[in-house]
């Protein structure tokens, strides 16, 4: 988190990386944050979003709508395999412990409140230390700068990339979608300096 007043950037973990964390962090029952790194990572939301799910409006579902509060844009997210079963899993544990209620937030207090961002990075930090994930300032964005990098990685880091990037995230510019997802004149230096 920054000071009042000032800017710091975040970084993006590789997605090797964040699978290994999953994985680790499922082995450990540490299922919230099971939840929110894998949903974060594989749906690219802000952090406003992701915190706003209901289990309904994901629960065996493909596909799911929602409207940004950002940009009040509607926005249609589709379900991987992957997440249908970490979403699976996530209701499936809660059920067993008596405590599963689908118009329940998905990242919710005992009492059933939305978490908030400040504690998501409180939360994010905790995780990145005690798994020792390096990452310069873990935040929120951490997660959808994950996806954005995923994003552009899987498409050979190509310019297409970079407009599905850009539409997703509602960004006005492609530039400024480089700068999101970390690709910097230091970036592309290196490029040259690695043929």
């Known amino acids: 988190m920054s000071t009042k007043g000032t800017k710091t950037t975040c970084s993006g973990m ?5 699978m290994g964390l999953l994985a680790r962090l499922k082995n450990d029952g540490k ?3 099971y939840l929110l790194i894998a949903t974060g990572c594989y749906f690219g939301l802000r952090i406003g979003d992701l915190l706003s799910l209901k289990w309904e409006d994901i629960l065996e579902k493909d ?6 509060s950002k940009t009040g844009k509607q926005r249609k997210i589709t379900i991987n395999r992957f997440v249908k079963e970490a979403i699976k899993y996530g209701a499936d544990t809660l059920t067993q412990k008596g405590i599963f209620n689908p118009q329940r937030y998905i990242f919710c207090n005992k ?3 939305k978490l908030s961002r400040q504690f998501i990075n409180l939360l994010l930090q ?4 005690d798994y020792s994930i390096k990452l310069q300032n873990p ?20 310019e297409r990339a ?6 997703i995230f509602s960004h006005s510019s492609l530039a400024v979608t480089k700068r999101y997802i970390g690709i910097t004149d230091k970036v592309i230096a290196d490029v040259y300096l690695k043929l």
Do not use: A, C, P
Not at 126 to 129: C, E, H, S, W
């Open 14 to 18: 590789e997605w090797n990386t964040m």
């Open 31 to 33: 299922l919230r944050e």
């Open 63 to 68: 596909e799911f709508y929602i409207t940004e």
């Open 111 to 113: 009492h059933g409140n």
């Open 126 to 129: 905790d995780i990145t230390r």
């Open 139 to 158: 935040s929120t964005h951490t997660l959808r700068k994950t996806f954005g990098k995923r994003v552009w990685e899987s498409d050979n880091k190509s």
């Open 162 to 167: 970079l407009v599905y990037l850009s539409e």
